[in-house]
């Protein structure tokens, strides 16, 4: 069974920045399709950010669109969430997420829970004025 383990949450001011991690001991990493999702209080989990294994093609939604990126460090078999210019709408427990066996999926399905068969535990965000 994969293992994700997400890192990086905190407390931040806004306007500030935060950098997360999700790492993996899992050696077939570079072969995932990797995503963000988050949860804020009181709301249902929502789609933050995507990518792919084979190009590394990204996907974002329209509210971090510009302010987030995501990126992958096969070495390391981590992939990375930069936040920047925070603000207190993205306080939420961010989840990292693996597709460790559909392998092919196109960028657009990567917006949906159902795509990922692998889930980390999460990393509270929480930003303040």
């Known amino acids: 069974q994969v293992q994700l383990e997400e890192s990086g949450g905190g407390l931040v001011q806004t306007g500030g920045s935060r950098r997360l991690s999700c790492a993996t001991p899992?050696?077939?990493?570079?072969?995932?399709?990797m995503g963000w999702f988050r949860q804020a209080p009181g709301k249902e989990r929502e789609f933050v950010a995507a990518?792919?294994?084979?190009?590394?093609?990204?996907n974002y939604a329209d509210s971090v669109k510009g302010r987030f990126t995501i990126s992958r460090d096969v070495p390391k078999n981590t992939v990375l969430l930069q936040l920047n210019s925070l603000n207190p709408e993205d306080t939420a427990i961010y989840f990292c997420?693996?597709?460790?066996?559909?392998?092919?999926?196109?960028?657009?399905?990567?917006?949906?829970?159902?795509?990922?068969?692998?889930w980390g535990q999460g990393t509270q965000v929480t930003v303040f004025s």
């Open positions: 990518i792919t294994w084979r190009n590394g093609n990204k």
């Open positions: 899992d050696l077939r990493f570079s072969f995932y399709a």
């Open positions: 997420a693996a597709d460790t066996s559909r392998w092919n999926l196109p960028l657009p399905a990567l917006v949906r829970e159902d795509s990922y068969d692998v």
